[in-house]
């Protein structure tokens, strides 16, 4: 039930591995950093941030990732080139780890890659994203493909057809021009409409890795922020459980994951964590091997997985 007859891809952004069948490589987790309304922000105008503390989330994500063998990468928001600048200089002035960068305009998207060129940081960037409603996508995609960029995620959705089938048919339209990039790495984000319509994007998630055996994921941040906003103050109380039980179920589905701000890293990180080890132990049982290296299954249960190479002798 669970392996692809599909060979799948699995691409390699700066020493991650992203892709491959369930329970081989645990889901990339991308949490927000200076999107709107985050409490780091001190004047977007004047580009002042509260370095220290950004400093802090950022120490805290690699400590989750070293202790539940999940990977993470830090996603930069920003509006204008001047500001996103200013986040790619402090950001790789304190680590050595990927990034990606959240810019919904394209000309200011592509002048940020500009940049990015400039520093020779082509290999740590994750591009977010090449989307169906950009109006020149080929032209985007030549000018990334100049500039050296080698790893990009394409959004895919149809407006006549909301669910799983659209998705599929909109990366049949795109993928053509996207492989003309010659691109280490295309990451398929199965955009998510609201909460329960995440199940579109994960039966999405399995039709294209079915398809075209690409690495897969969405934001299902999008849905859970959406209900939080939406809901009464009781509900509202309920929003870390709600949110981390949805990343959860969409790890079991997906290799990577837009998790929304990182304020929320220790819960989605936990969560997924487990989740992840219960479908690499559930794949165990359907002939697929069990995960190597840092895997969460390796990393926080080491003793379940010693029973299985003891009774597998």
């Not at 891809?9 to 069948?21: P, R, T, Y």
């Not at 950004?54 to 805290?60: G, K, L, Q, V, W």
């Not at 964590?273 to 969460?296: C, D, K, N, R, V």
């Amino acid at each position: 039930m669970l392996r692809y007859a599909k060979e799948q891809k699995v691409c390699n952004i700066a020493g991650i591995k992203v892709g491959g069948q369930p329970g081989q490589n645990p889901p990339l987790l991308i949490g927000n950093m200076f999107q709107k309304g985050d409490t780091l922000i001190e004047s977007r105008q004047q580009r002042r941030f509260k370095r220290q503390e950004a400093t802090e989330r950022i120490r805290e994500m690699e400590r989750l990732s070293q202790e539940t063998g999940v990977p993470g990468m830090v996603g930069m928001v920003a509006n204008s080139l001047d500001e996103i600048k200013t986040y790619i200089d402090f950001f790789v002035g304190v680590t050595d780890m990927p990034f990606a960068i959240d810019i919904w305009a394209v000309k200011t998207r592509l002048a940020a890659v500009r940049y990015v060129a400039e520093q020779k940081l082509q290999e740590r960037l994750l591009y977010n994203s090449i989307t169906p409603w950009d109006e020149d996508i080929e032209g985007q995609i030549a000018e990334l493909k100049q500039l050296g960029i080698k790893h990009v995620v394409v959004q895919v959705f149809d407006m006549e057809d909301k669910g799983p089938s659209g998705r599929v048919k909109c990366l049949r339209k795109m993928l053509p021009m996207v492989e003309k990039g010659n691109f280490k790495s295309i990451l398929v984000d199965t955009a998510v409409m609201n909460l329960p319509f995440t199940a579109f994007s994960l039966a999405a998630n399995r039709l294209i890795k079915q398809e075209f055996g690409l690495p897969v994921g969405c934001a299902p941040s999008n849905g859970t922020y959406m209900w939080r906003k939406a809901a009464g103050d009781a509900s509202r109380s309920n929003f870390p459980a709600v949110d981390a039980a949805i990343e959860a179920i969409t790890g079991m589905g997906s290799d990577f994951i837009f998790y929304g701000p990182m304020t929320g890293t220790t819960r989605v990180f936990s969560a997924v964590a487990a989740a992840t080890s219960l479908l690499a132990s559930l794949a165990y049982t359907e002939g697929l091997p069990l995960p190597a290296g840092t895997h969460p299954l390796n990393r926080l249960f080491p003793d379940a997985v010693k029973m299985l190479k003891e009774e597998a002798k």
